[in-house]
């Protein structure tokens, strides 16, 4: 299983950033996939889930901010995150598990097996 996260940055308050998810070495549309995020300090948190469905799920302070989709023919996830905030600033990794098929996407880091090495996002004010 390999995760490749690129396209984070430095970027001012109020400006957007997309990030991508490149995978491969597990069956990538049967999977749940998720991003998280972390900073110095802190525990890693669920930003945002997307089930084999396409439904998603969003942590409160990203809601109608940022928005998770996948392509399933390319094997990428994305991550759009617009009306940036300081309090984003984080490392942001992508995370893939299969779920049984009756468990939704969760955005739990105890649900995840696998991981990328993640991408800096920093927002200035």
């Known amino acids: 299983v390999q995760l490749l996260e690129s396209g984070g940055g430095s970027v001012q308050a109020g400006g957007s950033l997309r990030l991508s998810c490149e995978a491969s070495g597990f069956p990538f549309s049967s999977s749940c996939m998720a991003w998280f995020r972390q900073d110095p300090g802190n525990e890693r948190e669920g930003v945002a889930a997307i089930d084999r469905d396409g439904s998603t799920i969003y942590v409160d302070s990203v809601k109608g901010r940022f928005t998770i989709s996948k392509d399933n023919a390319a094997n990428t996830l994305y991550l759009q995150m617009n009306s940036l905030k300081p309090e984003d600033s984080a490392m942001y990794y992508c995370?893939?598990?299969?779920?049984?098929?009756?468990?939704?996407?969760?955005?739990?880091?105890?649900?995840?097996?696998?991981w990328g090495q993640g991408t800096q996002v920093t927002v200035s004010s």
């Open positions: 995370a893939a598990d299969l779920f049984p098929p009756t468990v939704p996407a969760g955005l739990l880091v105890s649900e995840y097996a696998n």
